[in-house]
C-alpha cells in the first residue's frame, strides 16, 4: 500500500506517488524522473469524470500536477485528446492554440498514431482543466464536458 508523499524505487529508479482522487476513491499516480502515470486523474486536453462527486480532490490534484516542470510526460489512461480538443475548441472559439493542435493531432490518429505522451508544458496551454484558477470555475467546466 502507498499514500501521498510516499516513495519507492522501481527498475533503479525513484517513484514518487500522488494521491489523484476525483475520479475514483484512493486514485494515485506515480511520477518516475521526468513521467507522470496518471491513469485517469488527466488526458491530454481533459480530466477524467469526477465519479467519486469529490471535485475538490479532483481540482487539487490537477493543481499538484500543474506545479510539476514542463518538461514532465503524462502518460493518460486513455486516448481522449481529439475529443476533448473539440470540447475546448468549442469552448474557445477563435483560439489558434487548440485549433492547431487539433488538427496535429488529426493528423496523428488518420495515421493511427497516438497523441500520449503528451507533457505538461502543452497541456498547459490546451488543457481548459489546467486552466481554471477556481474550483467553481473547475465544476462548471466538468459538468460542461459531460454534458459534452
Not at 56 to 66: G, H, I, N
Request: charged fraction near 25%; proline fraction near 1%.
Amino acid at each position: 500500500m502507498v499514500d501521498e508523499g510516499d516513495s519507492f524505487n522501481l527498475l533503479g529508479q525513484t517513484v514518487q506517488v500522488y494521491e489523484s482522487g476525483g475520479h475514483t476513491h484512493c486514485h494515485i499516480s506515480f511520477l518516475m524522473g521526468n513521467h507522470l502515470f496518471c491513469g485517469d486523474a488527466l488526458f491530454s486536453a481533459g480530466c477524467g469524470r469526477v465519479f467519486t462527486g469529490d471535485y475538490e480532490a479532483q481540482y487539487e490534484a490537477l493543481q499538484k500536477f500543474k506545479r510539476l516542470e514542463d518538461d514532465v510526460n503524462i502518460y493518460a489512461g486513455h486516448e481522449y485528446t481529439e475529443t476533448n480538443l473539440l470540447f475546448a475548441s468549442d469552448m474557445q472559439t477563435g483560439k489558434e492554440g487548440v485549433s492547431k493542435v487539433l488538427k496535429e493531432v488529426r493528423g496523428w490518429r488518420a495515421k493511427g498514431e497516438p497523441t500520449l505522451p503528451t507533457t505538461i508544458g502543452r497541456e498547459k496551454e490546451i488543457n481548459l482543466f489546467l486552466q481554471v484558477e477556481t474550483l467553481k470555475d473547475f465544476i462548471e467546466l466538468r459538468n460542461a464536458r459531460d454534458d459534452f
